[in-house]
């Protein structure tokens, strides 16, 4: 049966484009478009005029919208499908920075060491909390610029559940992963839409949202705009109950915006200091 699945999977992967590895561009710009909708006009120019800052090195990835995918394109060696620009960045120090990796482990399997700790330096919790401390602190435009792109695309990411967990599963059924799945990516799916991984086949929202950034993006965008708005009108705050606290980071602002000194990176937004005095 592995066999099977793992043969399937390349054979696909001659016919897909490379993909990065967070949800794919479509999801990451509808995710900052219902953002964007929900902001003034004029809280939008301000943020548009200080990622426009960056359009010389970044043409087409700065605005509120597209500047979503930019954490991925760093990323990009090759000229493709998801990596449009003629000039690639290929940086990879900040990978680690794309998701979480609390550990999911129905069978109660004993963890690799250290697993449970899952919001350590670097992680897309850690960085969303430096990212405010950073903008809440700072009187410099490039981080600014910078740590606000993080967090337009962590908010993204974050929210792909396999951004956020890492699977522990040793059975025929599931796999045998003791190791850990790395966010779905060790489980091979067949799909439509060549998502040939589980951690793939979330990324496109099933295989839903598949636009991914290129020169041809604007032919998307008012699909992109209804599409958010759709979901903003389906899925409005009350229907997350409890789950949707907006005074939850409010309180971590307030402290910043009255210039108190953060006592350490992590636990300004927490509350308590996190993890940082025993790191693995
Ligand atoms: C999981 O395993 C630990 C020991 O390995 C045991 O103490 C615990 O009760 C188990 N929990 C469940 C829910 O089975
Ligand atoms: C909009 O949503 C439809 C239905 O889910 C989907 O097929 C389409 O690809 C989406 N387009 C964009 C740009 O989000
Ligand atoms: C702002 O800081 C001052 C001095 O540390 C403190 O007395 C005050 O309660 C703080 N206000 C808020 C809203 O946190």
């Known amino acids: 049966m592995t066999r099977h699945w793992l043969h399937g999977a390349t054979l696909l992967l001659f016919t897909i484009p490379p993909v990065a590895w967070a949800w794919w561009d479509n999801g990451h710009m509808l995710t900052a478009e219902i953002a964007r909708q929900q902001l003034t006009?004029?809280?939008?120019?301000v943020i548009n005029g200080l990622l426009e800052e960056w359009s010389d090195d970044f043409p087409g990835l700065c605005d509120l919208v597209t500047a979503a995918v930019w954490p991925d394109q760093l990323k990009c060696a090759n000229h493709g499908a998801v990596c449009p620009r003629a000039v690639m960045e290929n940086i990879h120090i900040f990978d680690p920075w794309h998701f979480d990796e609390k550990p999911y482990n129905p069978q109660n399997l004993t963890l690799p060491h250290c697993a449970d700790q899952w919001l350590p330096n670097?992680?897309?919790?850690?960085?969303l909390t430096s990212a405010i401390t950073s903008m809440g602190t700072s009187n410099s435009r490039f981080a600014f610029n910078f740590m606000l792109r993080w967090v337009i695309h962590l908010v993204g990411d974050i929210h792909q559940p396999l951004h956020s967990a890492d699977g522990y599963f040793d059975d025929a059924r599931l796999g045998h992963l003791p190791q850990g799945d790395?966010?779905?990516?060790?489980?091979?799916?067949?799909?439509?839409?060549?998502a040939n991984n589980l951690h793939f086949y979330w990324d496109s929202a099933a295989c839903q949202y598949l636009v991914n950034w290129s020169p041809h993006y604007q032919d998307h965008?008012?699909?992109?705009?209804?599409?958010?708005?759709?979901l903003i009108t389906k899925y409005p705050p009350s229907s997350f109950g409890t789950r949707y606290d907006p005074e939850h980071l409010k309180a971590c602002w307030t402290q910043l915006q009255n210039k108190s000194k953060p006592s350490g990176v992590f636990d300004i937004c927490t509350g308590h200091g996190l993890l940082l005095e025993n790191l693995c």
């Open 182 to 194: 790395r966010g779905g990516n060790l489980i091979p799916v067949i799909s439509d839409c060549g």
């Open 221 to 230: 965008r008012e699909a992109l705009t209804q599409n958010a708005s759709d």
């Open 41 to 45: 006009k004029s809280q939008v120019a």
């Open 122 to 127: 670097p992680s897309a919790s850690f960085t």
